[in-house]
């Protein structure tokens, strides 16, 4: 069945380094893909997204390409912030008749001074 | 922005109680979804629904009941709880069936079962 692997559970960074989230995903079907970011103590909610195969997809700082070759959605950051510490979630849309978001495990950012 | 509202917050309850989690959203969107998050496994899905009256089974739905009642209401009902159900429970909702259609979430409820 359809699947999403997120490989890192908790990435630590300072201040002003890249970043870098990976994902790859499974699917039979046509792929559309999200990332979502949860704050402490709030609702995750979406940061960006994309269904174009080889496009850069941009908000807030971060930004991901997905690409169906190889079958990822890695989400990028060229210099992290105190304030992006957060949950970050890769979903997969699961378009099988019944409308689903497939979530993966998720990767714990935690920004240092 | 569309609002999706969780109560109750916090809720904490025996082995065997009985458990009631409700969601309304007033957006009018038609989906709404019921998922835990647990360390590790990221959020999973319990029951989802497309409308009034509609029950649509999720990934992990074994010891949990869900009723939809209006557009707006979403419940999710647990007759015998157990510590493995633990967990953070979250509410969502969406808008017709869209491929790429986002999710808006609630704040979630905690719910730890002694």
């Known amino acids: 069945g359809d699947s999403v692997t997120q490989t890192e559970g908790l990435v630590t960074l300072t201040k002003g380094l890249p970043v870098m989230l990976n994902c790859t995903y499974q699917?039979?079907?046509?792929?559309?893909l999200f990332w979502y970011v949860q704050h402490l103590n709030e609702a995750p909610k979406l940061l960006l997204k994309?269904?174009?195969?080889?496009k850069r997809t941009e908000h807030q700082g971060f930004y991901a390409t997905l690409h169906k070759s190889s079958s990822s959605f890695h989400l990028q950051k060229s210099s992290v912030q105190l304030s992006d510490s957060a949950l970050y979630f890769c979903?997969?849309?699961?378009?099988?008749?019944?409308?689903?978001?497939?979530f993966g495990s998720g990767t714990q950012l935690t920004v240092m001074p | 922005e569309a609002a999706v509202t969780q109560s109750p917050r916090n809720k904490v309850t025996v082995t065997g109680g009985n458990v009631t989690l409700s969601c309304r959203q007033t957006?009018?969107?038609?989906?709404m979804y019921w998922y835990r998050q647990d360390t590790g496994h990221g959020l999973r899905l319990i029951h989802y629904?497309?409308?009034?009256?509609?029950?649509q089974i999720g990934d992990v739905p074994d010891g949990y009941k869900a009723t939809r009642t209006t557009q707006e209401d979403f419940f999710l009902l647990l007759e015998l709880a157990s510590p493995s159900q633990t967990s953070l429970y979250f509410c969502?909702?969406?808008?017709?069936?869209?491929?790429?259609?986002?999710?808006?979430f609630g704040h979630g409820t905690k719910l730890s079962v002694l």
């Open positions: 969502a909702s969406s808008d017709i069936i869209i491929s790429n259609e986002r999710l808006f």
């Open positions: 699917t039979t079907y046509s792929p559309f």
């Open positions: 994309s269904s174009t195969d080889n």
């Open positions: 979903a997969l849309n699961q378009s099988s008749g019944s409308w689903q978001l497939i």
């Open positions: 957006n009018s969107h038609n989906y």
């Open positions: 629904s497309y409308g009034a009256g509609n029950l």
